[in-house]
C-alpha cells in the first residue's frame, strides 16, 4: 500500500463520518500545515478506521469514550455526530456516557452529556428541516 | 430497586466478569474499609454494568479504552482477563488498543499492547492446563 | 437503605450547596437523561457527601483540590460557588489553589485563580444586592 | 525573606511530615540535582506548606486528593504516611478516597485505597514495636 | 540571591516573553491574590526560567510541549505569541505540534494547530500594521 | 513515498536512538501484534522522527517533556537512555525536568529525575566498562 491509495481509504473514511460542514470545518487545519492534514488523513483515518477487525460501530465507541476520559470536549462534539451518522442510537451513546462516569468521575461524564444533549437537537432540527 | 438488589446485581455481574482467584485479590479491599466495597458492588457494578441498551461485550470496548487512555494499566490486566472470559477475542483486543493509538499516542498504547500479550500468555496456558 | 432515600439524600444535600438557579441550569441534564440524573442526586450527593467522618466544609476542600487538578474548570465554578455558600472564605480558596500549584504546575492553578476571581466578583453583587 | 529562610521553613516542614527514614529516601535527588532538591525544599515545602490560612491537616487533604487524581501512587504513599503523622485518622483518609470516587472513577479509588491498606498495616506494626 | 532578586529576574524574562497587552492581562491575577502573583513572577519565572544550562527557545521547546499534552490550550497561546517574541519561527512551532501528535494523539494535537492558526494571523496582523 | 520506504527511515531512526538491547526488548511487541509493530516504525519513528525542521536533539527535548508530562515512565527512562546516545548531557536532561516542575508539579518531576539517576548511573557503569 503506497501512501496514495492509504490518503484514499482516509478521505473514504471521513466521508462515511462526517458531513460536508464539519469537513470544511476541520479543512481549516490543511491551511495551517498541508503535512499534518496529510497525516490526519493517511495515519488517523487511513490507518486506522480502515482496518478490519471492528466495525465502524465498535470503532466510534473507542473514539467517543477515550474523548470523554481526556476530557476532548471539542472532538466529542463532531464525534457524536459521527456517531449518529453511522447509525449508533442516542440511547446508546447516553449508556457509553453512564459506563464511563464510573470510570472517569461525574464532571467529566456530566460535561459529556451536556454535549451530547445540544448535538441531538440540532442533529432532529437538521434531520426534520430536509 | 432496594440497596440489596444492587449489591446482587453487582455480584452477579462479577461473577461474569471475573475469576475466583481475581474476586478473592479484590476482596482485599473490602477489610480497608467494606463501605467503599459495598459502593464497587453495588454503583461501580450493579448501577452500571447491568444496565440494559449495551452489552457485556460493548461495556468491555467502554472500559478497555478508558482504562488505556487514563493509564491505570493495574486494571487494565484484570480487565483484559474479564474480556476474554465474557467472549471478546485476542484480535478484538489488540484492535482495541491499535485504535486507540491515534487518541492517546504511543506511550500508553505501547504500555497497554506489553499488558495484553503478558495476560494472553497466561490465559493460554490456564486455559491449556484445564 | 432504599433508593427514594438515597435520592432524598442527595436533594438535600444538593439543597445545601447550591442556588435555585444553579439547579436549575443542572436539571438540563435531567431532560437528556433521567436515568443519569438519578445517579448524580443518588450516587454522586446522595451516596457521598451525605455521608458521616467529614465535615461539608472538608468534602468542599477534596472537590475543589479534584477539579483543579483534573482541569475540570467548568464546574469548578460552581463548586467554587457551593464552598461560599457553606461558608469557606475567599481566602481558603485562594489558598486551596495556591497549595495546589506545586502540585498541578502553574498553568491550572493561574486558570483556577481566573475563574475563583470572576465567582468571588458576582458573588458579591450578588450579596450587596440582597 | 531569604533563601535562607525559605529552606528553613521548608526543612522545619518536612521534619513534622516526614519520618528520618523517608527523608533520607528523598535525599537522594540530591545527589542528583542539589539545585532541585533546593527547589523542593524551599519552594514546595517553604513556600507553600509553611504558609498561614489552612492548617497542616487541611493541607495534607489538599495534598492526598491532587495525588489520588493524577494518579501519582508513588508519592500518595509518603503522604499519607504524612498524614497520619500529623494526626489525621485512617478513617478520614479512607473517606478521602471514598469521596474521591465519584470525582475521578473507581480505578483511581481503588489503587488508592490498596496503597491506604499497605500503609495502614506498616504503620500500625512499626508503633506496636515501640 | 534574596526575594527581589528572585522577582526581578521574573520580571525580566516576563518582559522578554510576552508584550505589554498579555502582561496587562496576566495582573489581573495580582488583584485576586497578590501572594499567588509574587510565585508567579518568582518561582514560575525567576527561579525557572532565568537559570542556565537552557536557552530561552530551549524553554519554549518545553513549555509548549507540556502545555499541549496536559491539554492547558489558555496558556497555550500565550506562549506560541511568547515563542515568536523571542524567535522561533512558525515552522517550529507547527513541528512541535506534529511531532507530539504520536505522543498525545490527534485530538490535542488538532485543536494545538487550530490554535497556532489563530496566533499566526493575528501576529502577522499585528507586525504588518506597524 | 511507499510504506517500504517509511518503515525503513523509521528502522534508521531507532538505531540512531536506541541500543541493539532495548530494540531487542522493544521488538516483544512485534509477536503480540506485527502490524502494531509496523506502525510504531513506520508512523511513530519514520513519519514523526525522520521528518526535517527540527534535530533529533530537539525532538528528544519535545519526547522527554510529554513522556514526564503524561507520567509515561517506563518510557521515559528508554528515551533518556536514547537522548544521552544521541548526545545530550546529564546537565541538559536534568534541566528539561527542572523546567517542567513549574508545569506539572512536583510529584512528576520528583518521580522523572528518580528515574533520570538511575539510568545515568547504569549508563556510566556501561560506558566505563567499555
Redesign the interface.
Known amino acids: 500500500?503506497?501512501?496514495n491509495e492509504r490518503y484514499e481509504k482516509g478521505s473514504y473514511v471521513m466521508n462515511e463520518l462526517f458531513s460536508e460542514e464539519v469537513q470544511t470545518g476541520m479543512r481549516?487545519?490543511q491551511?495551517?500545515?498541508p503535512?499534518?492534514w496529510d497525516?490526519?488523513v493517511s495515519?488517523?483515518f487511513g490507518?486506522?478506521?480502515a482496518?478490519n477487525?471492528?466495525t465502524m460501530e465498535?470503532?466510534e465507541?473507542?473514539?467517543l469514550?477515550?474523548?470523554?476520559?481526556?476530557?476532548?470536549f471539542?472532538?466529542l462534539g463532531v464525534h457524536i455526530q459521527a456517531a449518529l451518522n453511522i447509525g449508533l442510537t442516542q440511547?446508546?451513546i447516553?449508556?457509553?456516557?453512564?459506563?464511563?462516569?464510573?470510570?472517569?468521575?461525574?464532571?467529566?461524564?456530566?460535561?459529556a452529556?451536556?454535549i451530547?444533549?445540544e448535538i441531538?437537537k440540532n442533529y432532529e432540527l437538521n434531520n426534520t428541516k430536509v
Open positions: 500500500m503506497d501512501n481549516n487545519i491551511k495551517i500545515s503535512d499534518f497525516m490526519i495515519s488517523g490507518d486506522l478506521y482496518r477487525t471492528l465498535q470503532r465507541y473507542i473514539t469514550t477515550t474523548l470523554i476520559t481526556q476530557g476532548a471539542d472532538q440511547e446508546e447516553i449508556e457509553i456516557i453512564i459506563h464511563c462516569t464510573g470510570y472517569v468521575g461525574f464532571p467529566k461524564a456530566i460535561q452529556m451536556g451530547a444533549g441531538f
